[in-house]
């Protein structure tokens, strides 16, 4: 009886442990609540987000994205990676192009 009681303390303590871990050493676990700023995040600013960002893939804006929009954006950013205009995307231009999609994502930049 005596075992099952420390058996049962320490795995008390251990998952104690291991859930102060996840609350305080990882913050970004909480949820989608804060920005990456640690600000709260309003729904309002979600949608408008969210808009800005369709609006962006909608060119012609009739409120559908088409299969044309889709691709354009995709060779547009294709285009903008290519740093050489070769026509071919190297491991250092998708590492630069990552870089800068996490920058602007860091801004605030709804694209």
């Given amino acids: 009886m005596r075992n099952a009681l420390w058996f049962l303390a320490g795995g008390v303590i251990v998952g104690g442990a291991v859930a102060a871990f996840f609350l305080f050493m990882h913050p970004h676990h909480r949820g989608h609540e804060q920005a990456r700023n640690g600000e709260p995040i309003t729904r309002e600013q979600v949608v408008a987000r969210s808009a800005a960002h369709f609006a962006k893939l909608d060119s012609d804006g009739d409120g559908a994205i088409t299969r044309a929009e889709w691709e354009a954006l995709r060779l ?7 740093s050489n205009k070769d026509g071919v995307l190297s491991k250092d231009e998708m590492r630069a192009a990552h870089k800068a999609m996490k920058d602007a994502g860091e801004k605030g ?3």
């Fill in 76 to 82: 547009a950013r294709f285009d903008a990676a290519d």
């Fill in 109 to 111: 930049d709804p694209s």
